[in-house]
């Protein structure tokens, strides 16, 4: 049984991006062409006005999540509940994705739940880098080191232009002193997302998706 018949819908209480707000965001920066940093800082900021707890680390696992659909070509959904799991990302084939930072703690637990409920672990994608992270010189890369594994990670460029791992703290530590200098979130307006405002989508359906 989905999450209260509305897994689309389902707000979950640990602080992220309320689904339907996340699904909609997905689909409208697939088909737009907006940059990624556009996108980036206008899910930091509207989890940052709306005062969800953790809000840059659940603002990253957001972020992955988004670039994920973008990847499969928008057909996929976010944050589907199934019977006692939930499942970060949903796609065609019944395939189930976790979001895991790289080195966090492991995916096995949810994907065992999403087997459970008749997914199938997500065939590993190519790798996702130069997302931007809505600040000067702030890059995520998302990796597929495992079927429906996801690890995202940060980096920077140094002066010679080589790529430099920065750590989910030292991301955090730098999009908090852009914000603290007064740097203007882009995309965000009192709490709302003025990028999908009346954007007309329509969410892929998830018995679609679940469709073996």
Known sequence: MYVGNNPVNYVDPTGHMPHLVKNITAQVYGRSGLPSGVVSAAVIGYNMVNGNS??????????????????????????????????????????????????????????LAAEANGLRRGKPLAPI???????????????????GEARYSFYKHNAK????????VGATITIGAWMAAGFAVAGTIGGSLPLIEGATVTLPALETLLAP
């Open 54 to 111: 953790q809000e840059l680390f659940n603002s990253f696992h957001d972020i992955a999540q988004i670039n994920i659909v973008k990847a499969l070509n928008g057909n996929a959904l976010v944050e589907v509940g199934l019977t006692g799991t939930r499942v970060d990302v949903v796609g065609s084939g019944a395939q189930a994705w976790e979001v895991k930072p790289l080195g966090g703690e492991s995916a096995e637990p949810q994907l």
């Open 129 to 147: 880098s130069g997302i931007e992270m809505g600040v000067p010189n702030l890059y995520m890369r998302i990796d597929f080191p495992a079927p």
């Open 161 to 168: 232009g080589q790529e430099v791992r920065v750590s989910s």
